[in-house]
């Protein structure tokens, strides 16, 4: 409720209401809403699970938006580390039990002088390129329109994803799971790699054919992976991505509950002030596009 006082508006019970705050699942969404409602905000950034329940389908004349940049900051924040923690052979490291200085002057990289490709440079793109660039790194942005990405070197539109797989050093992976985006990165794309080259998935498992990951990791076609989201998720006891001393996993666990609520309240604020200024809002979803 304070988020919706910040951003001007007033709580009202959903009979008299022209907007909603939604904070559960799918299933649980009414199957029928009042006909002053002209906007719905979903508490998710990722919205597939919406797609698939029909709820966006079924309410053609309201305006979804979901949390997509609510959350990106502390996303860009962890796929920063899984990215350092890969160049710098820091999982190799840290599971040893012997002192291996001179294999390891071999393995530990630097991002400085390096080029990134960030593929679904939205939000969690936008906030991850300013500590990319702190570290001395360059950055290829590709996003859904080719309109230039602030700080980024260059700025490719989603049809030309195909382009950078050979001109890069590493990939982060933040675009939404669409049945476009479905399996982005496979076996074609990881051959053109670098032997050097780590992707980072924040994004959704689905973006990555898991089976070419597995193959490229164990034949050393890339450097290695850094994963907060896997296909299967959660990842199964015993999956080879566990096992692999060039595989990082974490458990979905970029955007921890504990960081949602303050981070959502503000989103909402802001578009609470768009509603009732007659503003385009934030992170309105597409029923075309699928995000």
Not at 177 to 200: C, I, K, M, Y
Not at 263 to 281: M, P, S, W
Request: hydrophobic share 45%; aromatic share 6%.
């Amino acid at each position: 409720m304070d988020a919706i006082t910040r951003g001007g508006g007033e709580w009202s019970p959903m009979g008299g209401a022209h907007g909603l705050i939604w904070a559960a699942e799918p299933d649980r969404f009414p199957d029928d809403l009042p006909e002053s409602i002209r906007w719905v905000q979903l508490y998710s950034a990722g919205v597939e699970q919406w797609f698939a329940s029909g709820v966006i389908e079924r309410h053609p004349e309201v305006v979804f938006t979901s949390a997509a940049g609510a959350f990106s900051a502390t996303v860009a924040e962890h796929a920063l580390a899984l990215l350092l923690a890969g160049v710098r052979a820091l999982p190799e490291q840290w599971s040893t039990t012997t002192w291996r200085q001179d294999e390891f002057f071999g393995k530990v990289g630097t991002l400085r002088g390096s080029r990134v490709a960030i593929v679904g440079a939205g939000g969690i793109g936008r906030a991850l390129i300013p500590m990319l660039a702190a570290v001395g790194a360059r950055v290829v942005a590709v996003n859904r329109s080719g309109v230039a990405v602030p700080g980024a070197e260059e700025t490719l539109p989603a049809d030309r994803t195909d382009e950078i797989w050979d001109r890069v050093d590493h990939v982060v992976i933040a675009a939404p799971a669409t049945a476009a985006t479905r399996h982005l990165v496979g076996a074609e794309q990881l051959s053109r790699l670098r032997p050097h080259s780590w992707v980072v998935n924040v994004a959704r498992g689905s973006l990555v054919d898991t089976d070419a990951l597995v193959t490229a990791l164990r034949d050393r076609t890339i450097g290695g992976a850094g994963l907060d989201v896997t296909d299967p998720e959660p990842l199964p006891d015993g999956h080879p991505l566990w096992s692999l001393p060039n595989a990082v996993v974490t458990p979905h666990c970029s955007n921890p509950p504990a960081v949602r609520p303050a981070a959502f309240a503000d989103h909402v604020a802001r578009n609470v002030a768009r509603f009732a200024a007659g503003e385009r809002l934030n992170a309105v979803i597409d029923p075309v596009a699928g995000y």
